[in-house]
């Protein structure tokens, strides 16, 4: 896609001397500027300084970018930037900012035409100057910055960031990674690299960041008109499109586009696959108040609400599927702009599931995402939804003669306020995403389960300790003792013996629920559910261990005691626990608690977790 970029970084140029001694000339000349943590002051190049240990100055000229990979916590001291769409003025306090080699590089943007109207140039040297000191950025480095400075450029302050997230994400190796670009050739390695690389940021080429396309652009304009006009009522913004086609880096840059205008955003996560906030197998309705700085590892969150599927595809079950959806939309109060997100699952049934979920939405704005020469889709326009049948609805011209299924039922339909499936009203608003690859679900950057690995690691993460140390395994963590008649148990994805239910339960990832009914247990024998709940998800943990003597199962989970209190279901579903966790226990001597390669794999429902789960795939981050 055409991108708006600034100008690069490059040398000076050079005379017709282009040889050894201007070479070793550029040289001596840049790390004397190195030695003083300055990068030399090259023409259309940034200006980054050492402000302190683990801390830089960033000069950004009006329009100027910076794209990278890595981390760091940012603040902007003078003028503004824009970084995926959220603008960063002074008045805001520090963001955390992240830039996996997973995803498409972040770029920092100098916005133009920033500073206070009517301020000279001598306040404005005081405000920037003030901003450095209150920062205890060194004199030195004030200096050295107010050397280059102009009125209209941008001033940040980047610091090394350590979250206990992040911490325990590296400590597993095939993840140790992540945050690394591929290896550049010492050659290209500039004074200005190393100032950026004491942060934990690396500069990468403009082509790694996100390219917008200009559909995209006229798409966002019309929504955050529409989002903001106080006429029109609360738009509801449904996104969807194939695999691989930038749904969800269009819905973060969408929400921090919308939260530089508004206080808050909600989100509907109906991905069950690849989800934003939450861990994957869920539907949830996300509160977002906080500009989206990175993947969802990032930024999982506590949900509005939350049902949890079970699966990461809903093709098992499509009608449980579209009740978790209905269930979850019902907490929705249409009070700020709703963003909803879709599965990629667009060919054959998942294109009638989708018309299903519009009916039900009823959203006031369809985003299609498509590429082009790609012929599974049609184009969602409102006369399409409206001739065409759902899986569990009808179109128009089969509404007036009602069909009964064989049972006497009648076909699922949308409840009443949720949707007239005989007269959708929407603005489609199509993007043809011009990246590399787009629409080519075979070339994605990672394979979609270590994503979802990602996300796991990332909710697991909450369980470190909030202060700077080691990591503790997850083995060397008390759990929580739960008696078998406090909770009932359910596999959702397939039927399970009641003699076998306690082995698939043991090491397991499981959701953290709550039904309405009372569960009455005795207490010598777990309690089990005959149907799948559409229930309250609270959150995730591990079962860890199961004691048959004390009839206990111990559960490890980042939730806090008081929700743990409301749980009275286990639901265990195809989510498992990343191999690293199970590979990696630390101090585990001859055979690995959990970890075997002798297992009966006839047992009905083990197939599908040795294709899925078992097979180890190595993360690999040379795919920028």
């Not at 009125?151 to 945050?179: G, K, Q």
């Not at 100032?195 to 798409?219: N, Q, T």
Request: proline content about 8%; hydrophobic content about 40%.
């Amino acid at each position: 896609m055409p991108a708006r970029r600034g100008p690069s970084a490059r040398r000076p140029r050079r005379g017709p001397n282009r040889g050894g001694r201007a070479e070793a000339a550029w040289r001596e000349f840049a790390a004397s500027f190195a030695r003083a943590g300055m990068v030399p002051p090259v023409e259309g190049g940034l200006a980054a300084v050492e402000a302190a240990e683990g801390a830089a100055v960033l000069l950004l000229a009006p329009q100027q970018t910076l794209t990278f990979t890595g981390k760091c916590r940012l603040r902007c001291l003078y003028g503004a930037v824009r970084l995926l769409g959220f603008a960063v003025s002074s008045h805001q306090p520090a963001l955390p900012v992240f830039s996996p080699a997973t995803h498409c590089a972040l770029t920092l943007e100098a916005l133009p035409d920033a500073r206070p109207p009517g301020a000279d140039l001598r306040q404005l040297r005081v405000a920037a100057r003030a901003a450095m000191r209150a920062h205890s950025v060194r004199r030195q480095a004030r200096v050295q910055v107010m050397a280059r400075f102009s009125p209209d450029c941008a001033l940040l302050l980047l610091e090394h960031l350590d979250t206990p997230v992040t911490r325990y994400l590296l400590s597993h190796p095939p993840m140790s990674r992540l945050f690394e670009p591929p290896k550049k050739e010492e050659s290209s390695f500039t004074p200005e690299d190393a100032v950026l690389a004491s942060v934990g940021i690396v500069k990468c080429s403009p082509d790694h960041g996100l390219l917008v396309s200009e559909s995209m652009v006229l798409a966002l304009e019309e929504l955050i008109q529409a989002c903001c006009a106080e006429d029109e009522g609360v738009p509801l913004i449904l996104v969807c499109g194939p695999k691989n086609t930038g749904k969800s880096t269009f819905n973060r840059y969408l929400i921090n586009l919308l939260l530089n205008h508004l206080p808050s955003v909600e989100y509907l996560e109906c991905d069950i696959g690849q989800t934003e906030f939450t861990p994957p197998g869920c539907v949830s309705l996300n509160h977002v108040t906080e500009p989206l700085l990175g993947p969802p590892f990032t930024h999982q969150q506590v949900p509005r609400k939350m049902v949890y599927y079970g699966l990461t595809s809903c093709e098992q079950d499509t009608e449980r599927y579209l009740d978790v959806v209905k269930s979850v939309f019902s907490s929705y109060k249409k009070e700020v702009p709703l963003v909803v997100n879709t599965m990629g699952w667009v060919k054959g049934e998942g294109l009638l599931l989708l018309i299903d979920i519009i009916r039900l939405l009823s959203p006031s704005h369809i985003v299609q995402m498509d590429v082009y020469d790609w012929k599974a889709m049609a184009p969602l326009s409102p006369d399409y939804v409206h001739f065409t049948s759902g899986l569990y609805t009808k179109g128009k011209q089969q509404a007036k003669c009602k069909q009964m299924r064989m049972d006497g039922a009648e076909p699922w339909s949308p409840s009443e306020g949720a949707g007239d499936a005989s007269a959708p009203q929407y603005k489609l608003l199509y993007i043809h995403p011009e990246f590399p690859r787009a629409g080519a679900a075979g070339e994605v950057r990672v394979h979609s389960s270590i994503l979802r690995d990602v996300a796991i690691l990332g909710y697991l993460g909450q369980l470190q300790c909030p202060d700077v140390g080691a990591v503790l395994p997850l083995h060397s963590l008390l759990p929580y003792q739960v008696p078998f008649r406090a909770v009932a148990l359910r596999v959702v994805h397939t039927d399970v013996a009641p003699t076998n239910i306690l082995y698939a339960l043991n090491a397991s990832w499981v959701g953290l629920c709550r039904v309405p009914e009372e569960i009455q247990g005795r207490g010598e024998v777990p309690v089990l559910l005959t149907q799948t709940p559409v229930c309250d998800c609270l959150g995730f943990g591990i079962v860890r261990g199961v004691d048959m003597e004390k009839k206990l199962y111990f559960v490890l989970t980042p939730v806090p005691p008081e929700k743990l209190r409301l749980v009275n279901c286990l639901l265990l579903g195809t989510v498992a626990i990343p191999n690293c966790v199970l590979v990696g226990q630390q101090g585990a001597e001859g055979e690995i608690p959990y970890v075997t390669s002798d297992y009966n794999y006839s047992i009905m429902g083990s197939g599908k977790l040795r294709k899925k789960h078992f097979k180890r795939r190595e993360f690999d981050c040379d795919y920028a």
